[in-house]
């Protein structure tokens, strides 16, 4: 996010108008700034970090070397290698590109050990190495505050991938608790959507369903609701229908472990509301058949 941006989300989030700031600087120059037309000098951001109460000139620092010399083109190729789950040709095209690390900022070295961790793991089962590359990756990044916020404007796009990625790695490898306690400080409270872009929104389902998944997986049962409710009501806001079923299976698993079973099968019902939405009626009598093993639903 851009120092302008992020000055305007900040800006709203406290409650402020432009008009509110016009005795630090005039409306129209604020205006400029937020929308990336003109660099905010040093002194401005010292006087609406005192008026908004947060830290811009190191925010500000940190956007200015968190920048890209990586070519767009060799950014596209590493984004498509990775949609098109080609691991082994990313894990190479990484390593290449990393032989060049001086000549990168950090951003661009967050970004290449971000796909270097999910290359080798996809593509070797590379565990170990692939967690090393992460906490490398992360190394790089401002010191934080024990209450982390997701949506926090510390957090850059590259390291909640960082994070989420870890998870997953975690999760998929068993170490529940470990998962559990990566995630746990990441507050996702009073979320205002109206603020964030929609791969943001994504990210945050994305880090509360692993947070439940984790905590159902290891008999972690604190707050356990709380975060499954928080991904389902993402995904429902912006129907993002894709994940939200595996969102409701996992609820009704939960509830029905809490020993709440009309619950549970209420959320069996949408997860086959949402299979008819989808277009898999053909998978309906397969579900429903698991429900009754699982869950004692009834038809």
């Known amino acids: 996010m851009r120092v302008g941006e992020f000055i305007e989300y900040i800006r709203i989030n406290r409650g402020y108008s432009r008009g509110d700031l016009e005795d630090i600087c005039n409306i129209k120059t604020l205006y400029r700034t937020e929308r990336g037309h003109s660099k905010p000098k040093t002194d401005l951001l010292i006087k ?5 109460n947060v830290d811009l ?23 498509n290698l990775d949609e098109y789950k080609d691991y082994k040709e990313l894990n190479v095209m990484v390593l290449e590109l990393l032989s060049n690390m ?3 900022s950090i951003n661009d070295i967050q970004l290449l050990q971000y796909y270097g961790a999910k290359s080798s ?7 170990e190495y692939s967690l090393e590359l992460i906490d490398s990756a992360l190394e790089h990044s401002i010191k934080k505050d024990s209450k982390i916020e997701v949506i926090s404007e510390y957090f850059s796009t590259n390291e909640i991938k960082l994070f989420i990625l870890k998870s997953y790695l975690y999760l998929d490898n068993q170490d529940y608790l470990k998962a559990v306690e990566l995630l746990e400080p990441i507050k996702m409270k009073q979320i205002d959507y109206r603020n ?8 945050i389902s994305k880090i509360a369903y692993n947070k439940a998944l984790a905590k159902y997986k290891g008999n972690v049962d604190v707050d356990i609701e709380d975060d499954l409710n928080i991904a389902i009501e993402t995904c429902e806001k912006f129907s993002l229908f894709d994940r939200l079923s595996k969102f409701y299976w996992l609820k009704a698993k939960v509830l029905y472990r809490n020993g ?3 619950e549970s099968h209420k959320h069996c019902d949408l997860y086959l509301q949402i299979t008819r939405i989808q277009g898999y009626d053909d998978l309906l009598e397969k579900y429903i058949e698991i429900f009754e093993r699982d869950f004692g639903y009834k038809r």
């Open 48 to 52: 609406l970090s005192r008026r908004l």
């Open 57 to 79: 000139v190191s925010y500000n620092l940190k956007v200015n070397m968190f920048g890209s010399n990586l070519s767009s083109n060799e950014i596209k190729e590493l984004e």
């Open 102 to 104: 001086n000549n990168y």
């Open 121 to 127: 793991y996809f593509a070797h089962r590379s565990y």
């Open 196 to 203: 964030i872009p929609i791969e943001r929104i994504k990210d």
């Open 260 to 262: 709440e079973v009309k």
